[in-house]
């Protein structure tokens, strides 16, 4: 069946936000004497939900709750976001789909608000029919706002395609019932995300390709 609607991820399939998210991490890491992470090792390690992520790389929860790291963490990514770019090749393949009359939604693990804000700064808002974040900043799943998703703009999930970054896009694409293009440019390995049996391409400019 035809693809009619993509649902794009954002943090690291659109956004490339990866260096930041690593130099941010690691600001936290050191206030807390716990070891660095080269870019390499966070992307073995990053995982949904982030709090298990935390815990993994030495965050002590019985010595501070989660919601204090996250605080800290999505401070300063707030602040910073606006000085990262899109991936390259990104505004192509959005303008490739807006030719052949392909909807466009969002669905990321970001907070709605300054979602919506990121989106806009980098000038491709008019891109998307839709962009779902979640209501608050954990990052902890986004399967029921994707199941929603596809309630609100009422389309059969065989004619979607899921593109993201993460194992956790592809468990929402699971979910979901919908096809799904693993991109290894973002916050998880290449190898990481095989092991999905997904098919995985190392940018954007192999995803038009399923639309020629």
Known sequence: MKISTVIWDWNGT???DLRLSVRIINQLLEKRSLPALS???????????????????GFDFEKEPFEVPAREY??????????????NGATDVLQMLQSKNV???ILSAMEQKPLVE??????IFPFFEMIRGLDNHY??????????????????????LLIGDTIHDFEVAEAIGCHCLLVANGHQSHERLAETGCEVIDSLSHVPTRFS
């Open 74 to 87: 999505i401070d300063i990514y707030n602040r910073d976001v606006p000085d990262c770019g899109l991936q």
């Open 118 to 123: 990121n989106v806009k700064q980098n000038n």
């Open 39 to 57: 870019t390499d090792r966070y992307r073995e390690v990053f995982t949904f939900p982030v709090k298990d992520y935390y815990r993994k790389i």
């Open 14 to 16: 659109l956004l490339d």
């Open 103 to 105: 909807r466009q939604l």
């Open 139 to 160: 990052a902890a799943s986004k399967i029921e706002n994707g199941k929603q998703l596809i309630k609100d703009v009422a389309v059969s999930p065989k004619q979607v």
